[in-house]
């Protein structure tokens, strides 16, 4: 099974600073990576798959890069919003899909 | 619009059983694979579960194995979990998700149900 691991755990941020959240996987799982934002008491929301590809409706500040075992989730601007607990996720070794840990945008 | 709508959760004993449901609208349901996510209070995203467009095929987590069961009814858009012999930290939300591409059993999941809580608790 690949472990997913994420970094920082917490992330403080000011509205408007860039936010760079990581996440590494413990086997090349190619680009078959997605991101997803949840916020207290909602579903996860699907913002990136395929390492890179932005879903569809989500704004054009969420990037995302890598491929391999080491992944990029950027936030250009960060929004009000955007404040959430962020997962990745690989689908390349299956089963089991497995996530990582997620990592805390939180206001700084 | 694509919507997923689960219910069946509850509060039940160690040992004990129940069903989920999750009725699916807004896309052709048979075309894609399926899946239940769970997520224990406080904790992050754990997968339990596929099941194929078709049917025909299913895959768990070892976690829930040989206690759960996953089918599918697309005559009515709804994906059914039978969970047995339920444990204690079995306790989560239930999410069903919908994979993002047609007929491939892997993928991103694009549509996320609000979820269902199940208590295993004496």
Redesign the interface.
């Known amino acids: 099974e690949i472990v997913m691991t994420q970094s920082p755990a917490t992330l403080s941020v000011s509205p408007g600073e860039r936010a760079t959240l990581s996440c590494r996987a413990s086997q090349i799982v190619s680009s078959?990576l997605?991101w997803?934002q949840q916020k207290p008491g909602?579903?996860?929301?699907?913002l990136i798959?395929?390492a890179s590809t932005r879903?569809?409706g989500i704004p054009a500040r969420f990037s995302g890069s890598g491929s391999g075992t080491e992944f990029t989730l950027t936030i250009s601007s960060l929004q009000s919003e955007d404040f959430a607990v962020y997962?990745c996720?690989q689908?390349n070794s299956?089963?089991?899909?497995?996530?990582?840990?997620?990592t805390k945008v939180d206001i700084k | 619009e694509m919507q997923l709508v689960e219910s069946g959760g509850g509060l039940v004993q160690p040992g004990g059983s129940l069903r989920l449901s999750c009725a699916a609208s807004g896309f052709t349901f048979s075309s894609y694979a399926m899946s239940w996510v769970r997520q224990a209070p406080g904790k992050g995203l754990e997968w339990v579960s596929t099941i194929s467009a078709s049917g025909n095929t299913t895959f768990y987590a070892d976690s829930v194995k040989g206690r759960f069961t996953l089918s599918r009814d697309s005559s009515k858009n709804t994906l059914h979990l039978q969970m047995n012999s339920l444990r204690v930290e079995d306790t989560a939300v239930y999410y069903c998700a919908k994979r993002l591409g047609r007929v491939v059993i892997t993928g991103a999941f694009d549509i996320w149900g609000q979820g269902t809580m199940v208590t295993v608790s004496s």
């Open positions: 078959n997605a997803y909602q579903a996860p929301r699907l798959y395929g879903a569809t997962y996720q689908y299956w089963p089991p899909d497995t996530f990582g840990p997620g």
